[in-house]
Nanobody
Framework: QVQLIESGGGLVQTGGSMRLSCVAS????????MAWFRQAPGKEREFVAA????????DYSDSVKGRFTISRDNAKNTVYLQMNSLKAEDTAAYFC?????????????????WGQGTQVTVSS
């Protein structure tokens, strides 16, 4: 059984920065894709960023490209999301996810492991 536990959410002002962390316990996350998704109230869950098992491939949604950075430390079974220049529209619950059958994917349905989510609120 794999558990993904996110941390680092909270309240930040517009233009500020925040770093989310996701630690995987149980099966090692070193050999499969990891990603961050987010969901705002009344909206569908959407892709934010993904990283390959080795960390050499990353991808971002257009809305966060240039502002967010996904990274991973396989020695610590941890994935990070560094968020800079935050905007009010970044307010959402952020979910860490793992795709055990894929070395890299951005398709939501490929992700079988999910964290409980961490709330990020950007205020003006």
């Amino acid at each position: 059984q794999v558990q993904l536990i996110e941390s680092g959410g909270g309240l930040v002002q517009t233009g500020g920065s925040m770093r989310l962390s996701c630690v995987a316990s149980g099966r090692s996350s070193n050999n499969y894709a990891m990603a961050w998704f987010r969901q705002a109230p009344g909206k569908e869950r959407e892709f934010v960023a993904a990283i390959s098992w080795s960390g050499d491939i990353t991808d971002y949604s257009d809305s966060v490209k240039g502002r967010f950075t996904i990274s991973r430390d396989n020695a610590k079974n941890t994935v990070y999301l560094q968020m800079n220049s935050l905007k009010a529209e970044d307010t959402a619950a952020y979910f860490c996810a793992g795709a055990p059958d894929y070395g890299y994917t951005i398709v939501l349905s490929s992700y079988d492991y999910w964290g409980q989510g961490t709330q990020v609120t950007v205020s003006s």
